[in-house]
């Protein structure tokens, strides 16, 4: 069965310091890797997806596949990117069946 | 262009009660799929419904059912709550296999 671990609950760092999410899976197919943020008091809201390969709001995340990681990092944290962080997973070509760690709260300070 | 919409926001239930939750898809999209998210926990799939039809399920008792209308809303039913039900519940929506959108949740307490 696929499963994503989020090693870290919380992970706190001061502004300008880089970040690193990590994220690690299982799955013995080829599966498509996202990144998810709630922001406080919002939904849940899409950030990156790794086949895409785009850089959103300064993060980016790199399919590891030997590794099996899809960590999320950003060379300067900003205040404003204080969240919840949810890596997922999905096995059929798309996003709509999606497998969550259980996620990472990312705390800025100034 | 109107969002994932559901509703109620909030919900106490007692333990073997049942409870509907709804959600309204994003204008357009065809597809809904409900999750559920347990405290300090990330969403756990529940069902995907696609055109009406059931097209997908995760590991959560037949208790646990639900519908999709013409116009693509949708309904998640639990019979006979228990406790352990009491959690956030998400739909998500999205035009077949593209970008899911989320709703903001129903929060169901089950005492």
């Known amino acids: 069965a696929q499963r994503v671990t989020q090693p870290e609950k919380l992970l706190s760092v001061f502004k300008g310091a880089p970040v690193e999410l990590k994220c690690n899976y299982s799955?013995?197919?080829?599966?498509?890797l996202f990144w998810y943020v709630q922001y406080s008091r919002q939904r849940l809201q899409l950030l990156l997806r790794h086949i895409s390969r785009e850089s959103i709001k300064g993060f980016t995340a790199d399919l590891n596949k030997g590794e099996t990681s899809f960590h999320l990092k950003k060379p300067f944290a900003q205040e404003e990117d204080s969240a919840m962080y949810y890596c997922?997973?999905?096995?059929?070509?798309?996003?709509?069946?999606?497998?969550f760690g259980k996620g990472t709260m990312l705390l800025v300070s100034p | 262009e109107t969002g994932v919409t559901q509703s109620p926001t909030h919900l106490i239930k007692t333990r073997g009660q049942q409870v509907t939750l709804r959600c309204s898809s994003q204008s357009g999209h065809n597809t809904v799929s409900w999750y559920q998210q347990a405290l300090g926990q990330g969403p756990q799939f529940i069902f995907q419904?696609?055109?009406?039809?059931?097209?997908g399920r995760g590991n959560f008792p037949p208790r646990f059912s639900g519908l999709q209308f013409p116009n693509y809303s949708s309904e998640l039913n639990v019979n006979a709550l228990e406790l352990d039900d009491s959690a956030l519940y998400l739909c998500?929506?999205?035009?077949?296999?593209?970008?899911?959108?989320f709703g903001q949740g129903t929060r169901l307490t089950v005492v």
């Open positions: 799955y013995s197919g080829s599966p498509e």
């Open positions: 419904y696609y055109r009406e039809e059931e097209n």
């Open positions: 997922a997973l999905s096995m059929n070509s798309g996003y709509s069946t999606l497998t």
């Open positions: 998500a929506s999205s035009l077949g296999l593209d970008e899911a959108f």
